[in-house]
């Protein structure tokens, strides 16, 4: 069975730093994996996805992750962040049964000072 | 287009009563997800269907909790009898299965059970 970690609860910056928000997962095939962001009393949006080919991917809001086969790694990344970008960010593994269902991680809460 | 809808937004009951949750799948998508969000937890895939049919009912909790979806518009989610454990944000998502597994999430229900 698959699984996806978010080490860091909780991350603070200071608008206009960079940020990146770490992912690892477990899953004994070629993952899909996604990254969601839910601001305040929202739902999820997708971010970004991979799922083969070029292992970096660019996403909305000026987003990017990475792919990182040998460190079973998918990590956010965003160059300057705004204030707008603070919500919480879900990291998430296709399941293996037919790809069909998520398992997401428990987030990561992203603070930003002005 | 309308997006995932779910009623209601908020529900409050009291321990012991049937609570039952709603949402609307985006016309022309074919899968839906049911996920659970607590603090303690995070994001929990309680269910999915694929054409009206339960595929993965794994993470349903326990017997209390059911799941329905009569037609490919619309899908419930039940609790009875409801207990203050319960009280969490419940997600209804979408998705259409070709090729694309781009997930579109309503607002959730905030559930408090007192």
């Known amino acids: 069975a698959q699984s996806v970690t978010q080490p860091d609860i909780h991350i603070t910056v200071s608008e206009g730093a960079s940020l990146e928000l770490r992912c690892n997962y477990s899953?004994?095939?070629?993952?899909?994996l996604f990254w969601y962001v839910q601001s305040p009393g929202q739902g999820l949006q997708l971010l970004l996805k991979?799922?083969?080919?070029?292992?970096l991917v660019q996403g909305i809001k000026g987003f990017e992750a990475e792919f990182k086969r040998s460190q079973s790694s998918f990590n956010l990344r965003k160059p300057s962040v705004h204030w707008s970008d603070a919500a919480e960010y879900f990291c998430a593994v296709g399941k293996d049964t037919g790809r069909r269902a998520l398992t997401f991680g428990s987030g990561t809460r992203l603070q930003v000072q002005p | 287009d309308a997006g995932v809808i779910q009623s209601p937004r908020h529900e409050v009951t009291e321990m012991g009563q049937e609570v039952t949750l709603r949402c609307k799948p985006i016309?022309?998508?074919?899968?839906l997800f049911w996920y659970r969000q607590t603090m303690m937890r995070g994001l929990e895939l309680l269910i999915y269907f694929n054409n009206n049919v339960p595929i993965d009912d794994s993470g349903m909790p326990e017997d209390r909790f059911s799941a329905k979806m009569p037609n490919a518009s619309f899908s419930t989610l039940k609790i009875q009898p409801s207990e203050p454990r319960d009280s969490a944000v419940y997600f209804c998502?979408?998705?259409?299965?070709?090729?694309?597994?781009?997930?579109?999430f309503g607002s959730g229900t905030q559930l408090s059970v007192l």
């Open positions: 998502a979408s998705r259409r299965d070709r090729g694309d597994e781009k997930l579109f």
């Open positions: 016309s022309g998508h074919n899968s």
């Open positions: 991979y799922f083969s080919g070029d292992t």
């Open positions: 899953y004994g095939a070629t993952p899909y």
